[in-house]
């Protein structure tokens, strides 16, 4: 295995772990709560930030990954960090909690599956 291809690897279960870190901080969370939480939101937003980097590292080294894992948007994902990241000033909490309860648990899915399918000649 090349070693782009171990990074893709390493960069796509940093996506995962931001996923996974984004459903522990809201889960059992109401939506008044979330947008009463200021610690909260900057937390969600910083790994839905982090996803996007990831994404966007992973695009780099794998530059087929959106043919190769069709369920994962691999370019909204990173579209997304730039909008938390350059447009902070603008930035809708109501869509980070739209993101956060409606978005990351089927890309959570998502790269589960793509992980779990991964093969060792993947390149």
Not at 21 to 45: C, H, L, P, W
Not at 90 to 104: C, P, T
Request: charged residues 20%; glycine residues 4%; hydrophobic residues 50%.
């Amino acid at each position: 295995m090349s070693q782009h291809v171990n990074r893709a690897r390493d960069f796509m279960e940093h996506m995962l772990l931001s996923c996974n870190k984004v459903q522990r901080d809201i889960d059992g969370m109401s939506e008044a709560a979330f947008y009463s939480n200021g610690t909260i939101q900057d937390a969600v937003m910083l790994n839905i930030a982090l996803l996007g980097a990831a994404s966007k590292r992973l695009m780099d080294v794998l530059p087929d990954a959106a043919t190769r894992f069709p369920d994962v948007q691999f370019a909204a994902i990173y579209a997304m960090r730039n909008r938390l990241i350059h447009g902070y000033e603008s930035v809708m909490i109501e869509r980070v909690w739209e993101s956060a309860i409606g978005e990351i648990p089927p890309l959570r899915a998502a790269l589960e599956a793509a992980l779990a399918s991964w093969t060792a000649d993947l390149s």
